[in-house]
């Protein structure tokens, strides 16, 4: 490592400095050469042993400094909340098909973030996440295993509930990941339903029309959010844990209630 190749750099430096000194030793000025040159040696060697530990207690002791304003390096409390509590391992694999990561800007970007949050998770859940790349073109056996055709694909395992969840593509690859984190430890998704056909506020949209933050904050709690049209289904899904009427400007039907 690095601390390794300051030691070797400085034990040279201060072998080179003993020899210089040993050569000049037999005249006054030789003998001062040799002070000042042990002097030398000797801080030079201070310097190299410092960095060194530094160096060594960095790489034992991983942290990192979010100093960006809107914090968009730091993982959400939520977030660090569920990987300091995960009781079993899981496994990660992206998978990016490389020739297309190098022409590709957006994919590029994507394979990095990825990989940021993946050494964040690992480092939160005190190694319980591990994670790998593979190239779907170089090792197709991988990617089939998994039962994937399209990339990229991301692909969350537990070691203990033996569930897999494939991660869609999201805007938000944060809530899109502890999403995974939590279906393969073995928590259950809970459906929220949102009703229509009454004039409701829609899903999908912003302003005061939209309850599209709504969702994607639900989404990101591993919620499962869909629409609903009694009408349609002719009875409330059993899998329904809440049903929720944005405010309707419309009555229920007789049969809906």
């Known amino acids: 490592g690095t601390g390794v190749l300051l030691a070797a750099v400085g034990a040279g430096i201060v072998g080179l400095s003993a020899v210089n000194v040993l050569l000049g030793a037999r005249t006054?000025?030789?003998?001062?050469?040799?002070?000042?040159?042990?002097n030398t040696a000797v801080m030079i060697a201070a310097v190299i042993a410092i960095a060194?530990?530094?160096?060594?207690?960095?790489?034992r002791n991983e942290a990192r400094l979010d100093l960006t304003s809107t914090r968009q390096f730091s993982l959400a409390p939520q977030t660090a909340g569920v990987l300091a509590e995960l009781d079993q391992d899981i496994e990660v694999t992206a998978f990016f098909v490389e020739r297309f990561v190098d022409l590709d800007p957006l994919q590029a970007t994507l394979r990095s973030r990825s990989a940021d949050l993946f050494r964040e998770f690992a480092r939160l859940s005190g190694g319980k996440v591990s994670y790998r790349f593979v190239d779907p073109e170089v090792d197709p056996v991988v990617a089939t295993d998994k039962g994937l055709t399209q990339f990229p694909a991301t692909v969350f395992e537990g070691a203990v509930s033996g569930r897999r969840y494939e991660v869609p593509a999201a805007a938000n690859m944060e809530q899109a990941f502890l999403t995974g984190l939590l279906v393969a430890g073995g928590v259950d998704q809970k459906r929220i339903y949102i009703l229509t056909g009454h004039s409701e506020r829609v899903l999908t949209g912003d302003g005061t029309e939209g309850y599209g933050l709504v969702q994607t904050g639900l989404e990101g709690d591993s919620y499962i959010v869909e629409s609903l049209n009694l009408l349609e289904t002719g009875g409330i899904p059993e899998d329904a844990a809440t049903i929720i009427a944005a405010a309707p400007r419309q009555d229920l039907t007789p049969e809906e209630s």
């Open 28 to 38: 006054a000025a030789g003998r001062r050469r040799r002070q000042y040159g042990a």
């Open 52 to 59: 060194a530990v530094v160096n060594f207690a960095a790489v």
